[in-house]
């Protein structure tokens, strides 16, 4: 869908709504600068919220080359955030796991980010509270996020929305 004249408000509430979010997304990752870069955090997020990975769906994840990957989870597992151990099904392939500093690290961001739209959140009305909630919800299933079974969300790729 292009923006057109008809739906063109909505499209700048999202954008509106989307720099907002940002702006948290920028400051929470300012309160770990000094322990990963942004690509190492989107490693540690990736496996926060995925479970356990393989360095090919890292890669892919990243949008890097597998040895660009490699090195960025070497740095990871160097710094105590990230373990590696045998995939049980196939040895040749490792799986990254965080560590507990690595999952401590993760909690550190998303508190910060909780913390910074629960203050958004109260400012609002209770009703546009609601609202703005079951909207985030339609958006985040219309971009592809999917709940599985164990309770973590996943970006589907590509989002069925826009394969059909």
Known sequence: MDATPENLHEVDAALLAA?????????????????VTSPQLRVLVTVATRGPQNLGEIATELGVHASNATRTCDKLVRAGLLARTENPTDRR??????TRKGTAL????????????????????????????????AF????????????RFTLVHPPAAASA
């Open 19 to 35: 720099d907002v979010m940002m702006g948290v997304a920028a400051r929470s990752v300012m309160d770990v600068d000094d322990i």
């Open 93 to 98: 392939f490792v799986r990254l796991t965080l």
């Open 106 to 137: 993760v909690d550190r961001v998303i508190d910060h980010r909780r913390a910074a739209l629960a203050t958004v959140l109260e400012a609002m009305d209770p009703a546009e509270r609601a609202a703005a909630a079951d909207g985030f919800r």
């Open 140 to 151: 985040a299933l219309a971009a592809g996020v999917r709940q599985g079974a164990d309770g």
